[in-house]
């Protein structure tokens, strides 16, 4: 069974100012998939990176960068100087490529609500 | 925008009703995924199907169902709605490998009354 885990339920931060959501996943897989989505007060989920097993580099993409460490099997998500834009829930999620081991879904953690005010 | 549609946008209907939900998947995509966000739940997986035919179940009551359709729509049956159907029901849709990158609707609000 697979597992996402974002432990930080709610973090509230001033503009500018980095912020770091955790994302610490469990599998017995070898080759999975891990995501970030963004879900904003209007409800959408807007997707926002997408990470292979194997390719342990850090993206960075404007004030977005992502740690992936599978040493401690975490994907985590930092926001550079934020803005009042980011806050949103944020999701990250989980799904493997078990060769027909079943039908892989994605898995979700249970989100981090990131508040951003002025 | 991701390219996935989703009609209606939001939904209130009373309890034992039954409503449909409809999906159009991003042009080219042959997976549908639907999904239920509510409070409590969180984001849940329900059902997929990929180019007609369904591939995946998750925790799909028994009074909900699914179906697409050729020109691959989708479509969302729940039937003999209770209080604890209230939720947000995404549409996603992918490519066609189990691992592609899901694209997600805006979203269905369904409030059961």
């Known amino acids: 069974a697979q597992k996402v885990t974002q432990a930080q339920t709610e973090i509230s931060v001033v503009e500018k100012e980095d912020v770091t959501l955790d994302c610490v996943y469990e599998t017995r897989d070898t080759t999975y998939y891990l995501f970030w989505y963004k879900q904003p007060p209007s409800g959408e989920l807007v997707f926002l990176i997408r990470r292979n097993s194997f390719d342990e580099q850090n993206e960075i993409s404007g004030r977005y960068s992502w740690n992936f460490q599978k040493s401690t099997s975490s994907f985590n998500f930092t926001i550079t100087a934020s803005q009042v834009v980011d806050s949103a829930v944020y999701f990250c999620a989980l799904t493997t490529a078990e060769a027909d081991s079943g039908y892989s879904t994605l898995t979700f953690g249970k989100g981090t609500m990131l508040l951003v005010s002025p | 925008d991701s390219g996935v549609t989703q009609t209606p946008k939001h939904l209130i209907t009373a309890t034992g009703q039954r409503v449909t939900l409809r999906c159009s998947p991003r042009?080219?995509?042959?997976?549908v995924y639907w999904y239920q966000q509510s409070l409590d739940q969180g984001l849940q997986f329900l059902i997929q199907y990929y180019n007609g035919e369904e591939r995946a179940k998750g925790n799909i009551l028994e009074r909900f169902s699914a179906q697409q359709f050729p020109d691959l729509h989708s479509e969302l049956n729940l039937s003999s709605l209770e209080l604890g159907d209230s939720a947000l029901y995404f549409c996603?849709?992918?490519?066609?490998?189990?691992?592609?990158?899901?694209?997600f609707g805006p979203g269905t609000r369904l409030t059961v009354l």
């Open positions: 996603a849709s992918s490519a066609w490998r189990r691992t592609d990158t899901q694209y």
């Open positions: 042009s080219g995509d042959l997976s």
